[in-house]
């Protein structure tokens, strides 16, 4: 098996381009051996949120505070109790927190930190999948668009933002794009060279003509983007690369091109752990080096551009840039506005008006969508909709293909914690030990107290929400999706949740 040296190709590179010395290549190698941190951020529309966050905070090894984001880190993952990575595992998989890499995590904070000062209300993640840097931005009070070019990591972009109601997906190459945004997230696809800590790939099959290719895939990624944003508007431009063909050349490229268009923003007060970017770096006299990978002949201010080494900040190596558009910039764009999948809920649907009266829901029809088949409904919190193939998240789906009777429609988890503030009737509150004996099997209405069982009674089979009542219980205030069938009342939870939910209880009464 081939060892790790600090004579690596990518290292050698590194420190002949000036970025790294004798002391600093050192430096990457020795943490580049190292296994990387368990970074974990957690849902803050989950339910759980307090609880995780309480467990978390007591059991991690550090935790920062990067704006409003909490995160809880472990710098070792043998050290973590077994329960604990049980109940973090159980919770990632249902979207009630995300594992990230810190350095990961600088891209949408340098978004949020800039929202107010260029008013950025829209916001397109152009290479979103598998949708770590997303899931941040939707927690901020502005309209998340994902896209990604693969159908299936798509799919799996849709699982991870599935409990948002402010983000639409997209399945398009950047070239069928339309319609433009307040600023757009350029997470380019790249060499890795800095996951040197969790892949083999930098150590031993690192190539600069690989990071050539890219160079011209990350250009044409960036000046595609260019026609999909508004005036004043920011593009985030992200590589998990630390080599400057794929960094500082392209920010290079799209300046010089752009002159007077374009400028490059200082974000270092964001990241101040970061390093400048670099102005010069080697001309390759290879074939198939680029020319718009040369170095800089005048001043571009390059050194505004963020570099993160692993040693800066544990984490792994990565590049942020910031670009302006402060004039427009003549590349022909299409903006219209296709709404192919969803239409807008209207007070004519007659299913829609059923469900509102049977949950006596208020009025929240401008926030509703549905796929044209009626087959959902979705909460959206923006405008436009431009080509989606998933909006929203799911308030209500249909069981029964072909049924539209109520009963063939069920709440969705995904949208709960949207929706329940809005719906007033077919509630029930019981104490955890009722609760907990749903987990069974259904239980007959005569099992239940009267007053429960003529709550119960009131209503016609279907979904209900389930409130726990019960002071000094961790689970306090909690709610759920019920179902109420003939004679009983059963739960709607799956498998996975019902173990979160006991791991949680658990951890909860051993603390």
């Given at each position: ?35 990387l941190p368990l970074c974990v951020r957690v849902n803050q529309k989950s339910k759980y949120r307090d609880l995780l966050q309480t467990l978390f905070n007591k059991s991690c090894d550090e935790m920062k505070v990067i704006q409003n984001h909490k995160i ?419 739960h709607n939870i799956s498998k996975e949740e019902w173990k979160l939910i006991h791991l949680l209880l658990k951890e909860s009464i051993n603390k």
């Open positions: 098996m081939k060892k790790r040296s600090v004579d690596c190709d990518l290292f050698s590179e590194l420190q002949q381009n000036g970025i790294l010395n004798e002391k600093e290549r050192l430096e990457l190698f020795n943490i580049g051996c190292t296994p809880f880190i472990w710098n070792n993952n043998k050290s973590i109790k077994k329960e604990i990575k049980e109940i973090i595992d159980n919770a990632v998989e249902r979207n009630y927190c995300y594992r990230q890499e810190l350095c990961s995590m600088f891209p949408p904070l340098v978004i949020e930190s800039l929202i107010n000062k260029y008013h950025i209300n829209t916001v397109l993640d152009i290479c979103a999948a598998p949708g770590s840097k997303t899931s941040q931005l939707v927690e901020n009070k502005i309209l998340v668009t994902a896209n990604d070019v693969d159908p299936k990591r798509v799919q799996i972009l849709a699982h991870r933002l599935n409990c948002w109601g402010n983000v639409n997906i997209l399945n398009c190459s950047i070239d069928q794009i339309k319609g433009k945004y307040d600023c757009i997230l350029c997470d380019a696809p790249c060499s890795g060279d800095g996951t040197l800590r969790k892949s083999s790939n930098p150590w031993f099959k690192w190539k600069l003509t690989t990071s050539f290719e890219n160079h011209r895939i990350q250009l044409k990624i960036v000046r595609e983007s260019l026609k999909h944003l508004n005036e004043n508007g920011i593009i985030i431009y992200s590589t998990c690369s630390m080599n400057p063909i794929e960094d500082e050349a392209v920010i290079h490229s799209i300046l010089k091109e752009f002159q007077g268009s374009i400028e490059l923003i200082d974000i270092h007060s964001i990241i101040p752990n970061g390093r400048n970017g670099v102005s010069i770096w080697k001309k390759y006299d290879t074939i198939n080096c680029p020319v718009t990978s040369y170095p800089p002949l005048e001043e571009y201010h390059l050194e505004r551009c963020v570099r993160i080494f692993p040693q800066d900040y544990n984490s792994g190596g990565f590049f942020i840039a910031a670009l302006r558009m402060n004039k427009g910039i003549s590349i022909a764009s299409s903006d219209e506005d296709t709404m192919e999948y969803f239409e807008k809920a209207n007070k004519d649907n007659i299913l829609w008006n059923q469900l509102k009266n049977e949950f006596e829901l208020q009025p929240i029809e401008n926030n509703i969508i549905m796929k044209k088949d009626n087959s959902l409904y979705s909460w959206y919190n923006g405008n436009p909709i431009y080509q989606s193939v998933f909006c929203g998240c799911k308030l209500f789906e249909r069981r029964r293909k072909g049924d539209y009777s109520l009963s063939s429609f069920r709440l969705c988890e995904d949208g709960l914690f949207l929706v329940q503030p809005f719906i007033k009737k077919r509630r029930v509150k019981l104490s955890l030990e009722s609760f907990l004996k749903l987990q069974d099997q259904p239980v007959p209405f005569n099992l239940f107290s009267t007053e429960i069982q003529n709550e119960l009674k009131k209503w016609k089979e279907g979904s209900i929400i389930i409130e726990i009542t019960q002071k000094n219980c961790k689970l306090d205030s909690f709610y759920f999706i019920g179902w109420i069938g003939k004679t009983t009342l059963n």
